[in-house]
Structure formats: structure tokens, C-alpha cells
């Protein structure tokens, strides 16, 4: 293996609900351009970790288990990666579980709440496309867009071929599910107190994933908190939040990473795998001294 590479650990295997590719798909992927390392994050989930770890050796590419957790602080959902977390704790699967189950709640009221707004959707439509998993944003576009309805709906026509169609779901996502939106529903299950420390004791290091629109006194409070990182590098930062992120990583005594946040074509258009700055396997290097801390 050689003594340099890239890197991309932020990737979401088809054990995310909005994960367009297999496990064994995105080691292809990741060959062909010749990643050293690269991370699942899938949401609120490890099912494709054990996959990974046997892909990994036969592929000769490093994987590194993790999950991307969703938290909850001052009604904001902040998003923390789990890098070295262990996956084979019963009690880790437990809470995923829970969190699961909460997640599917959510998704109901987001529904009830969409349908309020004159959405033309039901649960059958939703389920229709969930594959038996939480139902992302994703998810709720691909429901909406398969009836007629829905595609002559004027809400829904940015997000055929209007200014929100260069990455339709997560734009979907981000104009109705986030805070302050018309479908925004907390999940109160995991305050990111709650989510960092359990990382913690799963043996993981938590690190915050896309932190563009968290503000820099609440990173610094979540770093009280026992936050060990920051997602610098990112598909959702420019060059100018990357160093900004850098800056106060290092300031705060954290180390930083880089991850795209692949999903895939159908999810996100405009993310490839591994095409993202700062992405050198120094971060792992890092990764590896800030777990030895747990």
C-alpha cells in the first residue's frame, strides 16, 4: 500500500435509506479511483460495517466503521459521525434500534404535515418507496413525484426542472424538513449531549458532520460537550468555510476530516465519490491518535 492517498469518509451504502449503492458497489467505485480509505456513514446505522470490514481486505482499500448520527440541539438537527465506533455492541444496536423506531414517528408527522400544506401523498406512497427503511427526504420526493398530481404540483416544479433540480432531494430536504420549515418535526430522542456521549462509550470518535449552518458558539459547545472533530472538507463547504473550519478545529485542540457525503447520482447529482479537498490519509493518522484519547 503506498505511503500517501486519498480519502473519503463520508459515504452512505444502501443501509441508508437515501444510499443509492451496495457496499461492494462503492469499493469498486473506490478502487477505480484509487481511494486508500474510505467510511460508511450510514444513518443511524451499522448494517453495512460487517460488509465493509471483508470488502476491505479484498480490495486492499481501509475501511473505517462509522455511522452518521442524527442529534438534536436548540431545534437544530446537527449530524455527528462515529469513526472506530463498535458495531458489534448489542447495547449500540439497541439505541439504533430506538432511534429507528423515533425516526419513523418523525416521518409520520412529516407526512401529516405536508399533506396540511396540500401535498397529495399518503403512507401507502410513502411506504411504496421506503424499502422498509425510515423514510428520507428522499424518500418523500420519489413518493410525490410518482403521481400526476405531483408532478403538475407548482410546489414541486423547482425540483423537476426549476432552480432546486441541480440536487433535488437534499434541496427538498433543506426547503421543507429542516428548522423553521412548514414540515419541520424534531427528533427528540438524542440530544447531541446524549449522542456524544454514547459515541464515546461505543468506543467512537465523534466528529460533526457539515457543520456550515451550525454557528461557531455552538461548535465550541459541543466541544465542551466532548466533541473530538470536525467535518472541514466537505460537498456542502467552499474553500473559504473549509479553512474557516480548519482554523477553529485547531484553535479548540479537535482534529478535522473530509468526506463528500456520497450517496449516489439519483440522490445527490452533484457529489462524486472521493471529490473533495483535504482529503489526505493524514486524517486517518488523526483519527487513529484521537481514539487512543477515548
Not at 143 to 150: I, R
Not at 161 to 189: H, Q
Not at 199 to 218: C, L
Not at 222 to 244: K, N, P, R, W
Request: overall charge negative; glycine content about 8%.
Amino acid at each position: 500500500m503506498p505511503e500517501k492517498g486519498k480519502v473519503d469518509l463520508h459515504i452512505h451504502s444502501t443501509a441508508s435509506s437515501d444510499g443509492q449503492h451496495s457496499p461492494r458497489e462503492i469499493f469498486e467505485m473506490a478502487g477505480k479511483i484509487g481511494l486508500r480509505a474510505i467510511a460508511f456513514a450510514d444513518h443511524n446505522s451499522v448494517g453495512s460495517i460487517d460488509e465493509g470490514l471483508k470488502l476491505s481486505k479484498e480490495y486492499g482499500i481501509e475501511f473505517i466503521p462509522c455511522f452518521e448520527l442524527n442529534t438534536l440541539y436548540d431545534d437544530m438537527d446537527i449530524h455527528m459521525l462515529a469513526y472506530y465506533v463498535d458495531h458489534r455492541e448489542r447495547a449500540l444496536h439497541s439505541w439504533l434500534a430506538e432511534i429507528h423506531e423515533a425516526k419513523y414517528c418523525q416521518a409520520e408527522k412529516r407526512l401529516k404535515a405536508l399533506k396540511a400544506i396540500d401535498f397529495d401523498i399518503d403512507q401507502r406512497d410513502l411506504d411504496s418507496f421506503a424499502g422498509g427503511r425510515a423514510p428520507s427526504g428522499a424518500t418523500f420526493l420519489s413518493a410525490l413525484l410518482s403521481k400526476e398530481a405531483g408532478k403538475k404540483d407548482p410546489k414541486l416544479q423547482p425540483y423537476i426542472d426549476g432552480k432546486r433540480s441541480d440536487s433535488p432531494s437534499l434541496n427538498f430536504y433543506l426547503d421543507y424538513f429542516r428548522k423553521g420549515k412548514p414540515a419541520f418535526v424534531p427528533l427528540d430522542i438524542c440530544p447531541i449531549e446524549t449522542g456524544i456521549k454514547k459515541i464515546r462509550e461505543f468506543g467512537g470518535v465523534p466528529v460533526q458532520a457539515h457543520p456550515s449552518d451550525t454557528g461557531d458558539k455552538n461548535i465550541i459547545k459541543f466541544i465542551e460537550l466532548g466533541m473530538m472533530g470536525l467535518e472541514a472538507y466537505s460537498s456542502y463547504h467552499d474553500a473559504a468555510a473549509s479553512a474557516h473550519f480548519c482554523k477553529l478545529a485547531k484553535e479548540h485542540g479537535i482534529l478535522h476530516t473530509a468526506g463528500s457525503d456520497f450517496h449516489g447520482k439519483k440522490i445527490k447529482p452533484n457529489v462524486e465519490l472521493g471529490d473533495v479537498d483535504g482529503n489526505s490519509y493524514e486524517i486517518v493518522e488523526r483519527l487513529k491518535d484521537a481514539r487512543k484519547k477515548i
